[in-house]
């Protein structure tokens, strides 16, 4: 296999989906995706997952059963595998996830909003 | 255990230390380090890990056997397990790296720039 870089500017113009995670990379059983939020997602947790959030541009919520944390670009959280979180976003903000290959973006929850089949850009 | 963010830049801005990862999160038995290269580094691979290298800001090259890859702020490089590959800054830059908590700097060569235990920050 070919080893590429991966240019994460020209990724995020390839796609306007909010909430639909791509996939850009995989190492270690684990995925790198990036993904573009606005709005409000729903509250969910991951049974067997941590997941990894940084922010690339924008601002991004997660609120937590106790608290609500406010990321900006170049900061990043680790929600614990069981913690329950929900993402928002008033404005567009751009992140990157860490996650197993085996996460899905509601965790616990299958809705609407549930994507099963990633697309690797 | 208390849910934190990590903000890179005042990370970054703990340490000087060239070729010292540091770690700065932990999920899923994989570790996020941040480092600051700058000079040469020794080609050499990692048995069983896959690494990715994220540029933060500088540049960064990647010298592998038939290439050389050149990375600026907002990309990464996955390098596949078995890959040989030798990383150097002709100026200073500082990244993020993406590994399992297994992975040693300097892979299969243990020299005087192997770093055993690691920081964390």
Same sequence: chains 1, 2.
Avoid at 49 to 66: A, P, R, S, T
Avoid at 73 to 80: K, R
Wanted: charged share 25%; glycine share 4%; hydrophobic share 40%.
């Amino acid at each position: 296999m070919e080893i590429k870089k991966v240019n994460l500017e020209s990724k995020l113009q390839s796609f306007n989906e909010y909430w639909s995670p791509r996939v850009v990379g995989k190492l270690n059983n684990q995925l790198v995706k990036i993904a573009k939020f606005k709005g409000n997602f729903i509250m969910h947790h991951h049974e067997n997952e941590d997941e990894l959030f940084f922010v690339l541009n924008g601002k991004l919520f997660i609120e937590l059963q106790d608290k609500t944390m406010e990321l900006c670009a170049g900061e990043f959280v680790i929600i614990p595998k069981g913690v329950e979180h929900r993402p928002y976003a008033p404005e567009e903000v751009n992140v990157m996830l860490f996650e197993p290959e085996t996460t899905l973006n509601t965790g616990n929850i299958n809705n609407n909003m549930t994507k099963f089949d990633l697309d690797n850009i």
